[in-house]
């Protein structure tokens, strides 16, 4: 099943092994179950530390196997044939149960452990799902931190009657005793947030988050790991200062785009890619990086700034580049919420296929909503982008695209009111005809929403002038109303929210923040 070349590859990356991991399959009559060994096989046939092993007492109706370490079951399963995005999972899954994968942040780690005993988490996935191996891989790692938790990684394609009786239509989505409790992307950070809400936490365990944990002084501290901060990060490093990132991930929302066609010199490629080339371009310079990580506040009295982190760590810094980027905007109308997972959604590419022959909605008409209503065109019965404005905002070019496909639609001066459903999942999406100042109702199974960015900026309200729209107020080098704290990228009120403009943004301030400290400190 996997080509010669795939096999050499996982030699070298499976050469560090030092323990056996046992990948153990049920006996299954389902037709894919053979598939399924002979890809187990072929894994292990690239490593003597990697054994296959048939349970004999088990019997399980779709293909299944689990993760043994030392003769203990790791908590880790698959329902399923781990291929497409989730290959990556399997392996990952291998080298962190032996310790030689990248290991869990260790704050991170600490709050894991606290968790309460005996948690049993289903991940129901999509092979096609690009958001769905983050999601999964952190919660193994979480997992194998933990040691008690059970974590089944599933495939939906193998349980319809589960994915009805749940109500699911999107993916990833998250159960425990039978009730979704998330669905979608989701952050390290906010996922171990969440299962602490969803499953509690032991407070006799040792304390989860470091007490006052100096991370040191730099020269310049980036804040976000988007391309303006990995431009800015660099461009400060190659100046001679030492310079430190805090972020939540490398890439920041660059993580969710799918094609890049508009990066100059890079004729396409894609979100991952992109996101996996600044990791190693920041790699390759002397840049102090802490993921997982959030800042709380900002102190800016002196000359030295304080910054302290969620975690409960801090560290000093000379100066500061802001690039915390932006996230998708939400509709905030009443349903919106109640139906995430059940009929709302932010991510055709993940999600589109749950709507095969149905009726969806895109809302938004700029760039990204036209984009996703063209994607969504080839799998859907009927497409309805609804723009508030009276013309669609995007390019002409995507326009005339959707324009030309017979089963899209477009309704524009139509602001949305309520997202209907039965409780179960959507039926409805109401909204107002502007122009005739109308309620109207229109029947459909999807609504996937597509209407722009909210910046980052939350964290700063205090410490530098923002817009209204919280949009931090830069000039033309990117200086903030605080001496010594620089802006770049989404984040701010520069025009146009581009890769490229946010390369070159975060370049800028990082010029001037070396400007400043040579020429006016």
């Not at 003597?48 to 370490?69: C, M, Q, T």
């Amino acid at each position: 099943m996997l080509d010669q070349g795939l096999k050499e590859q996982l030699q070298s990356v499976f050469a560090n092994l030092e323990n056996t991991v046992e990948l153990v399959y049920e006996n299954s009559s389902h037709e894919d179950n053979k598939e399924l060994v002979e890809m187990l096989q072929d894994v292990a046939s690239t490593s003597d530390k990697i054994v296959v092993r048939k349970n004999e007492s088990g019997n399980s109706p779709a293909p299944l196997f689990h993760i043994e370490y030392k003769g203990k079951p790791t908590g880790i399963s698959f329902k399923g044939i781990p291929g497409g995005h989730e290959f990556t999972t399997l392996i990952l899954a291998i080298l962190n149960t032996d310790g030689k994968g990248k290991p869990l942040d260790s704050v991170i780690a600490a709050r894991a452990k606290r968790l309460k005993k005996n948690i049993t988490i289903q991940s129901y996935i999509s092979l096609t799902c690009e958001n769905c191996p983050d999601v999964v891989q952190a919660i193994n790692q979480i997992a194998l931190a933990h040691g008690s938790i059970k974590h089944e990684i599933i495939d939906g394609g193998y349980v319809q009657d589960d994915i009805q009786k749940l109500g699911i239509q999107g993916v990833p989505s998250l159960v425990a005793n039978s009730k979704m409790f998330h669905s979608g992307r989701i952050q390290l950070l906010d996922l171990i947030t969440k299962l602490e809400a969803t499953f509690g936490v032991d407070d006799s365990a040792a304390p989860a988050e470091p007490v006052n944990a100096n991370l040191g002084h730099f020269d310049v501290l980036v804040v976000g790991g988007g391309p303006a901060g990995a431009s800015a990060a660099i461009y400060t490093v190659r100046k001679g200062l030492s310079t430190a990132m805090i972020t939540e991930k490398i890439g920041g929302q660059v993580q969710e785009t799918k094609g890049i066609e508009n990066l100059i010199s890079v004729t396409y490629t894609e979100g991952p890619q992109l996101a996996a080339q600044l990791n190693q371009h920041i790699a390759s310079y002397p840049i102090k990086v802490f993921e997982n990580r959030r800042v709380k506040k900002i102190l800016t009295e002196g000359k030295t700034k304080t910054i302290e982190l969620e975690s409960g760590e801090h560290m000093t810094a000379d100066s500061v580049i802001i690039t915390t980027g932006a996230k998708w905007r939400e509709l905030g109308v009443e349903g919106e919420k109640e139906y995430l997972g059940r009929g709302v959604a932010y991510c055709p590419h993940c999600d589109g296929p749950f709507y095969k022959d149905k009726k969806v909605a895109v809302i938004g008409g700029g760039n990204s909503g036209v984009e996703a209503a063209i994607d969504l065109a080839g799998i859907v019965r009927e497409v309805v982008v609804f723009e508030y404005n009276e013309q669609l905002k995007a390019d002409k070019i995507l326009v005339d695209k959707l324009k030309s496909l017979p089963n899209a639609s477009i309704i524009t001066n139509a602001k949305t009111e309520k997202v209907i459903g039965d409780g179960q999942k959507v039926q409805q999406i109401q909204y107002l005809d502007r122009g005739l100042n109308k309620t109207e109702k229109m029947d459909l199974d999807g609504i996937f929403v597509q209407i722009g960015l909210v910046p980052n900026s939350q964290f700063l309200k205090d410490t530098v002038e923002l817009t209204k729209f919280g949009e931090i107020i830069v000039d033309e080098k990117g200086r903030t109303s605080a001496k010594g704290i620089y802006a770049a990228g989404d984040v701010t009120t520069t025009p146009y929210k581009q890769i490229v403009i946010a390369m070159g943004e975060g370049a800028k301030a990082a010029l001037a923040a070396f400007e400043d400290r040579m020429y006016h400190s």
